[in-house]
Structure formats: structure tokens, C-alpha cells
């Protein structure tokens, strides 16, 4: 029993490592491809997908289910923290965006967000995006990015958005 777990479990990680080894000898080859004129904002987003590691690119989901303590949790720091670049709903319309060069993501635009994944999301949280203008939160708990991911795609599914819940204790 346990022999055949161990067993299974090196096969797994045999096949995470070759997929993620092609995955990204497949990424390194395209970049160069065809001359077109590329919108340098989509340059620069794809630049910055390029630094996430490879873990993190090929997450389809976050490791946290969104259950209503981590979307209570990603609320409230989304609204302390977030909001004032990215908009209370996440249009990008917060009161700093105005000043800014670069417009914070909105959200609610899927199609352009889309192009980071959770784990790249989490990534870019942490991290920062860099020339895009994205800072690091790098004192927020691994846990309380995931908790923000969770947040976010919650945006996007536009849920009947319950009544804005302040609770301050
Ligand atoms: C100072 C303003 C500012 C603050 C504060 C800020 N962001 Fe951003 N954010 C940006 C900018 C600018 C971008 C880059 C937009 C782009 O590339 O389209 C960005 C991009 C992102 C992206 C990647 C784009 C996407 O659609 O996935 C994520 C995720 C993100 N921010 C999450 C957050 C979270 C979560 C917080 C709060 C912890 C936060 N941001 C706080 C300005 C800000």
C-alpha cells in the first residue's frame, strides 16, 4: 500500500517536471515570432509573464477554495489596500488611477485580465508587475494573496454583489 504510494507519487512528479520542461521550451521559442506591431502594454504584460515561474503559470485554480471566509478575508483587504488603484469593484477607476501612466487592471475587462492565470495573479501580487506600475505587497501572507486572487475572480463572475457588508470591529 504504501510502497504503491510512493511509487505513484514519483510518477507524478515525473510528469509535472517534463510537462513544465516543455511547457516552458515551448514558451522560450515563441516571442520572436511574427513582425507584427505589438500594442507595447500587451509587450509589457506578456514580459511579465515571462518572469512568473513556470509553477505558478500553469495553476488553473487557486489552492484556496473560495469559500466565504476567504472571500470575506479578500474583500476587506481588496477595499483596504486595492481599491484606491483598482476601484472598489475592480474597474481600475479607484481615485489614484488618475495620475498614473499606466491604468490599474480592471477586472472587470476578463479578456485583458485573462491573460494572467491565478497563480500569475498570486505571483503579481506579491512581486509587483514591475514597469506596468503594479507594486509588491510583499508583507501580505501567502495566504491573505490567495485570499485576494479569490476576490478577484469573484469580480469578474459579477455575483449579485450582496449589500455592501461594513463591518468594523
Ligand atoms: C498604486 C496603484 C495600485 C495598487 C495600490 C494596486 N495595484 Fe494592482 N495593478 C496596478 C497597475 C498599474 C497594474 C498593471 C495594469 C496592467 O498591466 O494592465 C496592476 C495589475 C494588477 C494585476 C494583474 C492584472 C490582472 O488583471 O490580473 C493584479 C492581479 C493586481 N494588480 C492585483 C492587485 C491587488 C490584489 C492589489 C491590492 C493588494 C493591487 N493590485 C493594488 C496598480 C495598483
Sequence with gaps: MKKSYICCSFVCLMMIFAFATTASFANGKKGHDH?????????????????????????????????????????AIFQRQCAVCHGEQGRGDGPAAKGMNQKPANFLDREHSAIYGPGEKFWIIGNGSGET?????????????????????????????????????
Design 35 to 75: 513582425g507584427h506591431s505589438v500594442d507595447p502594454h500587451m509587450q509589457a504584460m506578456y514580459a511579465l509573464k515571462d518572469k512568473v515561474p513556470m509553477d505558478y503559470q500553469i495553476m488553473e485554480r487557486t489552492p484556496i477554495i473560495p469559500d466565504q471566509e476567504s472571500l470575506q478575508n479578500g474583500s
Design 133 to 169: 506600475g503594479m507594486p509588491a505587497f510583499s508583507d501580505l501572507s501567502l495566504m491573505d494573496r490567495w485570499h485576494l486572487v479569490n476576490h478577484i475572480y469573484l469580480l469578474q463572475e459579477g455575483e449579485p454583489d450582496k449589500e455592501k457588508h461594513e463591518h468594523h470591529h
